[in-house]
């Protein structure tokens, strides 16, 4: 069975791979071939709400599409094992996904699709996920239950979310794909850094 989405609220899109993909406008009955170079097989595609980012989920990464540009934005976003289920969310800042690898993911699309993701760590494998209507809230659905996730708030920066996310993880991104662990000293650094931001953004906020 082909996956398939609505984008912009009146095309829809289906198809299995790229040579297989069409995009078809309910009104008029208009088929047309769209110009998306996806590599490999896909088993899920949805949209964000508003129409402007479409999600394609291959064996196991995500690929974000501009539908309008037909430029993918960013890397594709991996998980060890199959991609089972994946949402944006109401807001179009975030996008979830589910995974066999017992990990739900969230990427944050305010600073691109390739920035390190937020790691949901469950027991099993996990199945489904969606987002509440104000996008504060994501229920994932895995072999060990049903469980509630608090969206975090965004940083006001893309520095301080690196700092964040090195500080969660104990490393970062070096060079393409690869990772350095953290060294004390260097993390004691990055909590001196990321504390100055918050206070900065306090006395701004004052």
């Known amino acids: 069975m082909s996956p398939l989405s609505?984008?912009?609220?009146?095309?829809?899109?289906?198809?299995?791979?790229?040579?297989?993909?069409?995009?078809?406008?309910?009104?008029?009955?208009?088929?047309?071939?769209?110009?998306?170079?996806?590599?490999?097989?896909?088993?899920?595609?949805?949209?964000?709400?508003?129409?402007?980012?479409?999600?394609?989920?291959?064996?196991?990464?995500?690929?974000?599409?501009?539908?309008?540009?037909?430029?993918?934005?960013?890397?594709?976003?991996?998980?060890?094992?199959?991609?089972?289920?994946?949402?944006?969310?109401?807001?179009?800042?975030?996008?979830?996904?589910?995974?066999?690898?017992?990990?739900?993911?969230?990427?944050?699309l305010q600073f691109g699709p390739s920035f390190p993701s937020v790691p949901l760590q469950h027991e099993g494998n996990v199945h489904d996920l969606d987002f509440s209507s104000d996008s504060r809230l994501l229920a994932t659905a895995s072999d060990d239950g049903l469980r509630l996730w608090t969206i975090p708030s965004p940083p006001a920066s893309l520095r301080e979310m690196e700092l964040r996310t090195w500080l969660k993880v104990g490393a970062r991104r070096k060079g393409e794909g690869a990772h350095e662990v953290n060294p004390w000293e260097e993390r004691q650094k990055f909590r001196e850094e990321l504390k100055q931001l918050e206070e900065r953004r306090t006395a701004a906020s004052r």
């Open 6 to 108: 609505f984008i912009r609220g009146n095309l829809l899109v289906s198809g299995q791979s790229a040579q297989w993909l069409e995009v078809l406008d309910p009104a008029s009955g208009e088929r047309r071939p769209p110009k998306w170079d996806i590599a490999g097989i896909f088993s899920r595609i949805c949209s964000s709400r508003d129409g402007g980012l479409l999600a394609f989920g291959t064996a196991t990464s995500v690929e974000i599409w501009d539908p309008l540009r037909t430029e993918r934005i960013g890397q594709p976003m991996t998980h060890e094992s199959g991609v089972r289920s994946m949402r944006f969310s109401p807001d179009s800042k975030w996008l979830a996904t589910a995974s066999g690898d017992r990990t739900a993911r969230l990427w944050n």
